[in-house]
Nanobody
Framework: QVQLVESGGGLVQGEGSLRLSCTAS????????IGWYRQATGKQRELVAS???????SYVDSVKGRFTISRDNAKNTAYLQMNSLKPEDTAVYYC?????????WGPGTQVTVSS
């Protein structure tokens, strides 16, 4: 059974930091590209950052220089380090694992940034 579980969300003041984790089970994690997405209330889900199976990161412009994506294949876990958080970063954050036609999502974790 495949399972992705996000953790590390919460309430933080503006300019604060959080580190999200996405832990997978039931898949060969090292083969999967990992994406972190977010969905704010009333908005579409958007890709925030991704990391390829080979470890190459990519970011949306709005988080460049503030967020860092990484992965630890030995722990089947991907991370999203979020610094200098802003109220507009408030959203439910989801991780997605993709390999060829196989795509799996986690249930999400809430991040709330107060001003």
């Amino acid at each position: 059974q495949v399972q992705l579980v996000e953790s590390g969300g919460g309430l933080v003041q503006g300019e604060g930091s959080l580190r999200l984790s996405c832990t997978a089970s039931g898949i060969a994690f090292r083969l999967y590209d990992i994406g972190w997405y977010r969905q704010a209330t009333g908005k579409q889900r958007e890709l925030v950052a991704s990391i390829s199976s080979g470890g190459s990161p990519s970011y949306v412009d709005s988080v460049k220089g503030r967020f860092t994506i990484s992965r630890d294949n030995a722990k089947n876990t991907a991370y999203l380090q979020m610094n200098s958080l802003k109220p507009e970063d408030t959203a439910v954050y989801y991780c997605k694992a993709g390999f060829r036609s196989f795509v799996y999502w986690g249930p999400g974790t809430q991040v709330t940034v107060s001003s």
